[in-house]
């Protein structure tokens, strides 16, 4: 059950801001940050909330006008140390403004909670944040507020962690007028080969398994699913408030529940918004069959996303934790998504522990079997390890996690220095194969705009009207 909070006025009034901290290339809102704006305007009286996004804000700017007393907002582990800069800046301008982080890092590593910042948030923390909120505005005592951590004495006290709700339906759905308005302009959407309005929401919230490598469930626990009607509301206000067209579902994994999907397609056709809007999503090879892809393909998707990880059997069953999983099974998925009109899309990882040479060359082979049979896009990602997963423990008893670590977590494509790599493997030779796996991923992305200037040739007009928007995404895409 939920938990209930109670909506007494309090003395003092505060003024919060939320701020988005990721440069998004994409384009596509933080969801996080949009449930946290949502829920703390909902459930608190005499304050003020903004919301900041750093992808079309000049956020610093923004928050020295605006004088907040509570700054709150969501990192990763790869951007933490973003994050520790950011916070130092903010309390150069305002030292005694309060800073709140939630997110994954410090959900999965608390201790880490560093000095600038005054209080962490574990887990989800909507709940959570509303009740500091209040305690601060009544000058009263935090320490037993579930799911925080804080300094006392210069050491990181954290208090139980709060129970997840099994529903998440009283989350959403998003109030979009919270963004910026740029969200919501025509962009390029490759899932399509074309352009126009497109944007990204949940219809759940975490996955079922227990991949070495992921730290999702460390931060959400289970899998938890929205109902229905009320995924089909916020679609509905997409389409007809937005001019969106085409959605990202951002789960985790979309495909896990066949008769969900077949009762999101009864709905969107009693809508009828059936045919009128894309998706692509999310799926696992192993809940792909053609009874699947009939079902995705009937519900307008176009692109289904994969995590590959390896071409190696035994490298794929190790970090998935899963002996029923081949790269055979993964090449299926493929041809079975292509037979059913379904760009295919996937990611695969190198540099990982216990991988040897031959592992990688058959990564290397994946990728031109993928290019042979039509997939979309691959791309390839050197691993790095997240706190709370088996590969963490792996990278701390090799002592790779002391010193400035977060230099290297930051960055999937820092190949002089991968922290996973199984050590009787010489760094020059992992860069030869991992520079010539780039190299064919690659050529992906270059079919990709050649596809999407031949399917829209207007399209041509819109890269040129955002010429320098994505003349920085392909700088990006060039030092990766």
Not at 153 to 172: G, Q, W, Y
Not at 229 to 249: P, S
Not at 253 to 261: D, E, P, V, W
Not at 405 to 418: Q, T, V
Request: charged share 30%; net charge positive.
């Amino acid at each position: 059950m939920q938990q209930t909070i109670s909506k007494e006025s309090s003395k003092i009034p505060l003024k919060i801001a939320i701020v988005s901290l990721p440069e998004n290339d994409f384009r596509f809102p933080i969801i996080g940050t949009l449930i946290i704006t949502k829920y703390v305007k909902e459930h608190c009286k005499n304050v003020t909330v903004r919301l900041y996004d750093n992808t079309f804000d000049d956020v610093l700017a923004e928050l020295a006008r605006f004088k907040p007393d509570i700054v709150g907002f969501t990192t990763f582990t790869q951007s933490y140390k973003k994050a520790i800069a950011f916070g130092k800046k903010v309390k150069a301008i305002f030292p005694d403004v309060k800073i709140v982080v939630g997110g994954p890092h410090i959900t999965t590593l608390p201790e880490s909670l560093d000095p600038v910042f005054d209080f962490g948030v574990i887990g989800e923390g909507e709940q959570t944040f509303v009740e500091l909120i209040k305690k601060l505005q009544s000058n009263q005592s935090v320490k037993k507020i579930q799911g925080l951590i804080y300094h006392e004495k210069d050491i990181v006290k954290k208090t139980e962690r709060r129970k997840a709700s099994n529903n998440i339906d009283h989350l959403f759905p998003i109030d979009y007028s919270l963004l910026n308005p740029g969200y919501f302009k025509t962009k390029f959407i490759p899932e399509v080969y074309s352009f126009g309005v497109s944007c990204g929401m949940m219809t759940s919230i975490g996955c079922p398994y227990d991949c070495r490598f992921c730290s999702i469930k460390a931060c959400w626990r289970t899998i938890r699913f929205r109902a229905i009607e009320n995924v089909v509301d916020e679609i509905k206000t997409l389409y007809h408030d937005y001019g969106v067209r085409h959605i990202d579902f951002f789960d985790d994994l979309f495909s896990i529940n066949k008769a969900r999907l077949q009762k999101l397609r009864e709905e969107l056709k009693k809508s009828n918004l059936l045919g009128k809007v894309t998706f692509s999503c999310q799926a696992r090879a192993n809940t792909i069959d053609e009874e699947m892809c009939a079902l995705l393909q009937s519900l307008n998707v176009k692109t289904v996303v994969f995590g590959f990880e390896s071409g190696s059997d035994r490298i794929l069953r190790y970090v998935k934790k899963d002996e029923t999983l081949s790269a055979e099974t993964n090449r299926n998925a493929m041809r079975l998504c292509i037979k059913h009109k379904l760009n295919v899309a996937g990611c695969l990882m190198i540099g990982m522990p216990t991988e040897k040479l031959e592992d990688m060359k058959k990564t290397l082979d994946f990728i031109d079997y993928g290019k042979r049979i039509g997939v979309m896009r691959l791309w390839l990602q050197i691993l790095i390890p997240l706190p709370s997963t088996e590969f963490w423990d792996i990278a701390k008893q090799r002592g790779k996690l002391e010193g400035d670590f977060y230099e290297y977590l930051s960055d999937f494509y820092h190949k002089e220095s991968p922290l996973l790599l199984d050590p009787d493997i010489k760094v020059e030779e992992f860069v030869k194969i991992y520079s010539a796996a780039k190299k064919k991923c690659r050529s992906f992305v270059y079919t990709t705009f050649m596809k999407t200037l031949i399917n829209d040739p207007k399209s041509f007009l819109y890269f040129s009207k955002e010429g320098f928007f994505y003349l920085k995404r392909f700088v990006n895409f060039v030092k990766q």
